[in-house]
């Protein structure tokens, strides 16, 4: 592997390198790309997750936001997801306990953040969203910002905008962003706020597609795990009787059986 990969060009020229034909209809199929599927269209190299985390490594030093942005808008899944991995390495490294108050540190995190809205839409499958957002906006969300005054309003106004993108205008595009903000309660509730997680919980209740479900219920099981068994239940105490079965299972997993059940019950009798 080249160590000293420093652009789009170059990262695209040894991942292309890489392609592998039989893993390539594997995920092409795993990943839903036929007609009418939520990936349609999607093309793959064929190139497994670590082999792209090994990309990431393997390049070090930061890639500039426009060469990211190449990244992003290239055909490929894998290197569309370099680019965002790219993008949450460079975010950690602006992390730390020293430069969380940083103002110099806050001002880039706020670039990155801005950067990956502004190109959401290539994240377009569901791996996409799930191994950038929590890492990236979802850590963005407990961090202090230079954006405004008011840290909490602006961070709403931003995770609003995601949940409420409209599918009529947006089409499949909607899903992902929605998705996006959902799964990035994830950190939020491992820093222990349950708050984020539970808005956006009750936004996309009645969510009709699949993956949305999964992900609402996934955001649950994790709010009741990291942050109140309680407040998980109260939750399905009020809702339990309209939520699609999908997300109510995947809510409960880590309940005890007995009560699984009898949630599962409360479903039936809607």
């Known amino acids: 592997m080249d160590w000293h990969m420093h652009t789009a060009k170059e990262i695209i020229d040894y ?41 990431v490594k393997a390049i070090g030093s930061e890639v500039s936001l426009p060469e990211v942005a190449t ?63 929590p890492k990236l906006l979802g850590r963005w969300l407990t961090l ?52 984020w997680c539970l808005r956006y919980a009750e936004v996309h209740l009645h969510h009709p597609h699949d993956l949305m479900q999964k992900a609402v219920g996934w955001m649950l099981r994790e709010m009741g795990k990291r942050v109140s068994a309680d407040l998980l239940c109260d939750f399905l105490r009020q809702h339990a009787h309209e939520m699609p079965r999908t997300m109510l299972r995947y809510s409960i997993e880590l309940l005890p059986a007995d009560e699984r059940r009898l949630w599962l019950g409360k479903e039936k009798d809607k």
């Open 144 to 195: 202090p910002t230079l954006h405004a005054a008011d840290d909490a309003i602006y961070k709403r106004q931003v995770m609003d905008s995601l949940a409420y993108s409209d599918s009529q205008q947006m089409g499949i595009t909607a899903l992902w962003r929605q998705r996006i903000g959902m799964v990035s309660t994830w950190t939020t509730s491992q820093q222990g706020d349950p708050s």
């Open 15 to 55: 991942m292309e390198s890489q392609r592998d034909d039989a893993q390539r209809e594997v995920l092409m199929r795993f990943f839903k790309t036929g007609p009418g599927e939520y990936g349609e269209g999607d093309e793959f190299l064929g190139l497994k997750v670590p082999q792209t985390r090994q990309v």
């Open 71 to 133: 990244l992003l808008e290239n055909r490929w899944h894998e290197v569309r997801l370099c680019g965002f991995l790219l993008l949450v390495s460079s975010f950690e490294k602006l992390c730390t306990k020293r430069l969380i108050n940083d103002a110099e540190a806050m001002k880039k995190r706020d670039e990155i953040v801005d950067f990956y809205l502004q190109h959401a839409h290539r994240a377009n499958n569901w791996d996409l969203v799930d191994l950038s957002a």
